[in-house]
């Protein structure tokens, strides 16, 4: 960027401002100065969020590139939407609706949410946690990760909704939002079972489904069912590889 201060001039000077609670941006406006003189705009420019669990500053997700212009006013820029907060910290009380190999499911005051601890939960579907830890976005969806304290407060259970049947090109629609609410879901297609990889060919979508971590008798249950065609019931909890699959807790395989 330009100042007429020459000698201290900023090669790549940044603004940074800390939310004291949580917010959901979409956007933001830069009031850019510019007195066709010695202070220009910039050539180029970027807007980022801080990842609470890297502590990395990451470029938001957008449309085109951004462009510095309307000088002295303001001018909105969008991006996909993110979650932002005081360090990420959070704390909340909820039931557990579903559980993988590497994570859970609760279901709290707010919706659902993922707690991802990168190793199997000591808790069970039914179970009333505290969950405490740092919380960003991952996928789309706003989830827990690793780090994060999770206490069972009391045994119970739990049983699901009724599973919504989403045709391929909702499937489609759901897996591009810039904001995914996991919701319970009754899916059909063709599973191929590669490693820790389980991915669900479902006619008529672009996006693949891929079942996270399963374990257990799930687990079992799906190894058994390689390449054959089925239907499965299960919370969709986000998007991986830049939407190209959409993840899916499996709670039911059904016939």
């Not at 020459?6 to 949580?22: I, K, M």
């Not at 005081?86 to 949410?113: H, P």
């Not at 039914?126 to 740092?134: F, H, Q």
């Not at 049983?159 to 810039?178: G, H, I, K, M, R």
């Amino acid at each position: 960027w330009t100042s007429y201060a020459g000698a201290n001039l900023q090669r790549n000077p940044w603004v940074q401002y800390d939310f004291d609670s949580e917010v959901t941006l979409r956007g933001c406006k830069i009031w850019w100065y510019e007195d066709t003189g010695g202070v220009r705009l910039p050539k180029s420019f970027e807007i980022y969020y801080k990842n609470s669990e890297t502590e990395d500053f990451v470029p938001v997700t957008h449309d085109g590139e951004y462009v510095a212009k309307d000088a002295n006013g303001l001018v909105t820029y969008t991006f996909e939407e993110i979650k932002a907060s005081e360090n990420g910290k959070y704390e909340t009380v909820g039931t557990v609706v579903g559980i993988t190999g590497r994570s859970l499911l609760i279901a709290d005051e707010t919706g659902m949410m993922l707690v991802y601890l990168g190793s199997a939960p000591a808790c069970q579907v039914g179970d009333v946690v505290k969950v405490s830890g740092t919380t960003s976005v991952y996928g789309g969806a706003k989830q827990f990760g690793q780090g994060t304290e999770v206490t069972v407060l009391e045994n119970g259970t739990v049983e699901n909704p009724t599973a919504v049947e989403l045709s391929a090109a909702e499937l489609d629609a759901y897996a591009t939002a810039s904001d995914i609410a996991p919701i319970y879901v009754k899916v059909t297609g063709t599973l191929a079972v590669s490693g820790n990889y389980y991915n669900f060919t479902m006619d008529g979508c672009t996006i693949v489904g891929s079942f996270s971590y399963p374990a257990g008798a799930i687990k079992e249950a799906l190894d058994a069912q390689a390449g054959n065609t089925f239907s499965v019931e299960g919370y969709i909890i986000g998007t991986a590889s830049s939407g190209k699959y959409l993840t899916i807790l499996v709670t039911d395989i059904l016939a």
